[in-house]
Structure formats: structure tokens, C-alpha cells
């Protein structure tokens, strides 16, 4: 986690999940998972999330919950575009929906910020977030903001539902992933949700007919 980065498009990083799995070809080259197996693989926050391989260190799936780190967000006073999960996926199949609820909780009571979630798995981010219609998902949200530590820049009651400082965002490599992901990223867009796309890293041309929802997209190659 770190305030400030080298990435382009944000300012800061927020890791309160580390650990993953390689769910495509995107994946291959993955800076979080080499990081987890090499200079960070003694951190606790890191340490036995990867398994070396004769092409270096992988996710071995595991996924860890950084207590320590969720409300951190809450202390930053000046406003920042923050990357969240930068070394994980929120919607990874191991991350249980009580911690994405208070991650939400975190992201929701500060307005002040821009949350960008990145996910290849918008699937599980749609259905998780269908549930924001529901008073007793709205409530969980809030219980968990309500009970964090006190921090100046909370603001509990700005909390909405699409919230407007949380970019739902997934990642796209070539046409078949664009394929797969369109549909789950337009029906959260058409639900009010501010939709996004990185086509990082670009490893095949991608026709983007279909994805006019978007309100922003970042590209790169493979580096």
C-alpha cells in the first residue's frame, strides 16, 4: 500500500486483500503476484500467498484479509484517485462477501476520495452488487463504516448506493476477454454504477462495439 505511486492513472494504492489467482492470459507477468514471491514474499501481508515455478513465483490462490490496512483511506485528508487491491482482486472467488462489505463500508464514508476497483471477474461483481437494492446489505455496509475506528474525513451519512466515488472497472487483454466481461461491466452501468475498462496489458486488437457505457479507459502493453 502506499501513498503516491509510479502507475499513470491513480495516486495512491490500497491493499486490505493481498493474494490471487491467474485467471487469464493477462495474468501471465502479473507485477503483484512476482513482487509477492520475491521482494515482499517475507512481509506478512504477502508471505506464503505465491509457489515458485520454473517461470518464477505464482498465486497459489490463498487470499488474506490486512485488518491493519482497511482504514487507512479514512486518514487521508487530501482527496486521491486510489487503486484498490492493487495486489489482489476484490472479486477473486476466495474473498469472502464480508470483507468486500467492508472494504464498501470504507469507500462509501469517503466521498472525498475516488475508489478505482479493477476486477477480472465483473461476474461476481454484478451479483454481489445487485444486492445494493437491499436494505439488510445497505445496513451491513453501515454497521461495519459505524463501527471503524473514528478518523476526521469519515462522513457515514454521505453514504449512497451507486455510490458516484467508486469506479467499477475490469481488465481486458484481447477480444475473448472482452467478450466474456462486456456484459456484467453494461448491466452495472445501466444500474447507475460508474463503469470502466484497462486494456492493460493489450495483447490482441479488441473490437469495443458494445462497450459505449464506458465513462473511462486506461491502455498500456505488456511491460
Known sequence: MADGT?????????????GCRVKSPGC???????????????HPSREGLTVDTKNGPVWNGEAR????????????AKPRMIFVCAHADLFYEAVLDEWIDR????????PRHIFQVLTKRPERMRD?????EEEPFRETVKRFAKAMPAAPWADFDAMTFPSPNIWLGTSVEDQERADERR?????????????????????????????????WMVSGGES
Open 6 to 18: 509510479n502507475i499513470e492513472w491513480t495516486d495512491a494504492t490500497w491493499n486490505p486483500i493481498t
Open 28 to 42: 501471465k507477468f502479473c507485477y503483484a503476484m512476482k513482487l509477492a514471491g520475491t521482494r515482499l514474499k517475507h
Open 65 to 76: 484479509f490486512n485488518e491493519a490496512w482497511l482504514t487507512q483511506p479514512l486518514k487521508w
Open 103 to 110: 472494504v464498501f463500508a470504507v469507500m462509501a464514508s469517503s
Open 128 to 132: 454481489y452488487l445487485t444486492r445494493v
Open 183 to 215: 456484459e456484467p461491466m453494461r448491466e452495472l452501468a445501466e444500474a447507475g454504477w460508474l463503469t470502466w475498462v484497462s486494456y492493460e496489458p493489450a495483447l490482441g486488437q479488441v473490437d469495443w462495439h458494445g462497450w459505449e457505457f464506458l465513462r
